[in-house]
């Protein structure tokens, strides 16, 4: 919106620097985008009346023109312009003037003609026009402002001013108006504001005017509908002062009545439309929503096609006249020939004025100042302000205005709390110095007790509704610059909760564990389960699935990574270790109260190269990392994973997961040549068991011996139950035990496999004997054998074979060479070294 000061001045007395009311209306949450100075380089253009128009020769597009300059002086001028004639007034601007754009004038020749000066068009001269043509001053009045030679400035009355640009925000539909900026500059700076009663001039008898109808079909939508009859008028041209001031404000003069009504509305915010009487059918408007296909041919000469959620001006015949809030119809536009005129000035409903300004594609300064809210109160002094400013036109009211009221918002009173404002704003700011901020701004205060103001809201800013909002003004007329920062203090300090760091502590120990942490979609398509043997009829469809084929939530986090895995091997990038967090979906069975799918948080594991083994040596990093103690290993089969190399994971009584290899044809059918190692775990049901809190014992210093046991076992007893044995052997020399080697050959029966395992002893307080190995590796085999159909390989003659540690305390050794068709050697006895 774009405001001079000099018209800023009509309502207060600014008499600070430009800079200071730049500063203060940014301060204000107005910021001011150009600050542009008009008027200023006219000195030495001067009024002169042209004598003679004559050709070049040899030149046809300049023309040479005398022109009287005052006193009697004759000034040859070369002039390429051709919009005036012999005896009209035109700017001249003389030898030695610098105009507004920075050009200098000179005296110089042109095709041998001497031109002493130049004759100006409106953009040289920095004023509203454009470089058509030479400007003629045929609206100057004969006298003394006529004169040749009379300064251009005080011909026209341009007295140097200062036009602001700023940026009014949909909260602020006061400063839509020029009033209401100077009412905010006026209570920030201390300095008075009034607005002027305007003064209406003659009015005819009642009797002797046919009053006008007003009907309004739709309440909800116009709250107020004022219709004044203005009568006497004579339409011409505004004075020169209301035209300059709106080309100054942004818009162009077009005549006496428009430009009233135009300059009303940028004075005091208030929309008007004045519609020649004499073509309004039946003397009469009404107000109503428009009929389906109806249609409107507005003042822009475009016909527009209207909906019912449109609200209409229409003609005492019911014919739409204009669009309410918006735009005027052409039918009743105001010209040469319009004597009297209908005002109408009303308060439409915002809502509906922007639903109807955005459909249509229709945006004028009407409805800009309609959707944020105009004020109703302020119809009467808009109506009075038009009539005031025509009133030199002739213009008289006939008879009195109809004014139909509706449903206006309401406006309760809103209780502030003191307490609440220097809590919120940090300052300490007493209901004296409240109700010196808001009450020059129309927020009327008064005591209610306990520490409270009663703040009664003023009509024209219907954006204030609730105590936060008094709070806001109250901040804006205190300076915002004036309020402390401070850092805002909450006695609740963020962070994660137990789960989620668990969780976190879940993939770093999978990070940890050299595998990088992918992300697979959530949707998949049916032939996707089905190629990972799993069920999908257990999955959830998706009614609307962003790909069509993609119409299943996924069951497991199997499809996904076996997916990444494949993709990896496609493009060379073979033995990849990847893992994923995310949410699995289950159909939940029919007799279930619950309609919601089951879903859960899972965490899956998949070791491209790496077989079940190595899944099982990433579940023990997960629960020495969680510290979970009570936990075992069930073999079973489950869809998709290996028949005989898969085992349910249960932490005392609760299933928690499943560990050991993807099924082959799982993998054959994703072109995957790899064995994959897998582990998928129930992230909630893994941490809701008991974890964590583990107690810390010393490091001993003393040496370890490491002991290699291979066992021969039954194909279905499981590697884990072996090992659950071995730990809980009751050696308290076993620190460490590891399962390195699984073998099937024709070195083991039928029916059976060989599991080789590393032992390591070590004790606490001293340097363990050959003795002592022995004990402990005896009571280790004598555990495995007594538990499960179990034998020691090493035990079968030539096979065994005990190596003396130069760790221990003495050397010992008992005969016999490893297997040739084993991958270790059994019952090794190495020394490992101690810790210091």
């Known amino acids: 919106m774009r405001v001079p000061l000099s018209w800023l001045r009509q309502f207060t007395p600014l008499d600070v620097p430009v800079e200071e009311v730049v500063a203060t209306l940014d301060d204000l949450g107005l910021a001011v985008e150009s600050v542009t100075r008009v008027g200023d380089g006219l000195e030495g253009v001067v009024v002169a009346r042209v004598l003679e128009i004559s050709a070049i020769a040899g030149a046809d597009r300049i023309q040479a023109v005398r022109v009287d300059a005052g006193a009697g002086q004759s000034v040859p001028v070369v002039c390429g312009a051709w919009n005036f004639a012999v005896g009209d007034l035109v700017p001249l601007a003389t030898v030695g003037t610098v105009l507004p754009g920075g050009m200098e004038i000179a005296a110089r020749r042109m095709r041998g003609v001497p031109s002493e000066g130049m004759l100006c068009a409106p953009d040289e001269l920095g004023l509203p026009g454009g470089h058509d043509g030479i400007l ?146 039946g003397r009469g408007l009404g107000v109503r929503r428009a009929r389906t296909g109806e249609s409107l041919v507005t003042l822009d000469g475009i016909t527009r096609t209207l909906s019912v959620d449109d609200l209409l001006i229409c003609d ?31 308060w439409f409903e915002p809502l509906s004025v922007s639903r109807t300004s955005r459909r249509l594609k229709l945006r004028s300064e009407a409805s800009a100042r309609f959707e944020k809210g105009c004020d109703w109160t302020g119809i009467d002094r808009a109506v009075a302000r038009f009539c005031e400013l025509l009133a030199p036109a002739g213009a008289v009211l006939a008879g009195s205005p109809v004014d139909v009221v509706g449903r206006l918002p309401d406006r309760p009173p809103v209780v502030l709390r003191v307490a609440r404002v220097e809590e919120l704003l940090g300052t300490s700011l007493g209901p004296d110095e409240i109700t010196r901020l808001l009450d020059p701004i129309g927020f009327t205060t008064t005591p209610a007790g306990d520490g409270c103001l009663e703040v009664v809201l003023p009509p024209w800013r219907l954006d204030s509704t609730a105590e936060i909002d008094v709070v806001e003004e109250i901040a804006r007329l205190h300076g915002y610059r004036r309020i402390p920062p401070t850092v805002p203090r909450s006695p609740l300090a963020g962070g994660l909760s137990p789960y989620q760091r668990d969780r976190r502590q879940l993939r770093q120990l999978l990070a940890g564990a050299g595998a990088d942490e992918a992300w697979t979609t959530t949707f998949l398509s049916p032939s996707d389960l089905a190629r990972c043997r799993l069920d999908a009829g257990d999955a959830v ?32 990038q073979t033995g990849v270790s990847l893992f994923e967090v995310g949410h699995t979906f289950r159909r939940r069975a029919a007799s279930c109260d619950q309609q919601l799918p089951e879903e859960v948080e899972a965490i899956a594991y998949a070791g491209a190269g790496r077989d079940a083994t190595e899944a099982v040596t990433v579940w023990h990093l997960v629960a020495d990392g969680l510290v979970l103690d009570d936990w075992r290993l069930e073999a079973v089969t489950a869809p998709g994973l290996h028949a005989t190399r898969t085992a349910r994971l249960w932490c005392g009584d609760v299933d928690v997961g499943l560990v050991g290899e993807i099924d082959p044809d799982v993998l054959a059918a994703h072109d995957i040549t790899e064995r994959v190692a897998w582990l998928e775990l129930d992230v909630a049901r893994v941490l809701a068991t008991p974890h964590g809190g583990g107690s810390y014992r010393p490091v001993s210093r003393f040496p370890s011996s490491d002991v290699d046991l291979a066992f021969e076992v039954d194909e279905a007893t499981p590697a884990a139950e072996v090992e659950a044995t071995l730990r809980g052997s009751g050696s308290p020399l076993l620190v460490g035990l590891r399962l390195f080697d699984v073998y099937r050959g024709d070195r083991v029966a039928p029916g059976r496999r060989g599991l080789a395992w590393t032992a ?66 059994p019952g090794v006895h190495r020394p490992t070294g101690g810790s210091s």
């Open 136 to 281: 003629v001053l045929d609206d100057l009045e004969e006298g003394e402002g006529s004169a040749p030679g009379t300064p251009l400035a005080d011909a026209l009355g341009l007295a140097p001013d200062t036009v602001l640009e700023l940026e009014v925000n949909a909260n602020r539909p006061d400063a839509m108006s020029v009033a209401g900026v100077a009412r905010d500059l006026a209570a920030r700076l201390g300095l008075g504001f009034s607005l002027p009663e305007p003064e209406v001039g003659g009015r005819q008898e009642p009797r002797r005017v046919e009053p006008v109808s007003v009907r309004v079909d739709d309440p909800e939508r116009c709250g107020r509908f004022v219709a004044q009859v203005v009568a006497g008028i004579t339409v011409g041209p505004s004075p020169a002062w209301i035209a300059r001031r709106l080309e100054r404000a942004g818009m162009r003069a077009i005549n006496n009545v428009v430009d009233a009504s135009n300059y009303v509305m940028l004075e005091l915010g208030q929309p008007t439309h004045p519609y020649d009487l004499a073509r309004l059918p």
């Open 316 to 346: 005492g015949e019911d014919q739409p006249v204009g669009i309410a809030g918006v735009m005027g119809g052409a039918s009743s536009e105001i010209d040469s020939a319009t004597t009297e005129v209908v005002l109408e000035a009303a």
């Open 760 to 825: 390591r002893f070590q004790a606490p307080d001293r340097t363990l004997t050959d003795e002592d190995v022995a004990e402990a590796r005896r009571r280790l085999v004598a555990a495995v054998e007594q538990r499960h159909p179990a034998t020691l390989r090493g035990s079968r003659p030539g096979v065994e074979r005990i190596e003396a540690s130069a760790g221990t305390a003495g050397n010992a050794a008992q005969g016999g060479a490893a297997s040739s068709g084993e991958r270790s050697e």
């Open 541 to 572: 469809a998706v009614t609307n699935p962003l790909v069509a084929e993609e119409s299943r939530l996924r069951t497991s986090l199997l499809p996904g990574l076996v997916g990444a895995v494949a993709y990896n091997a496609r493009h060379r």
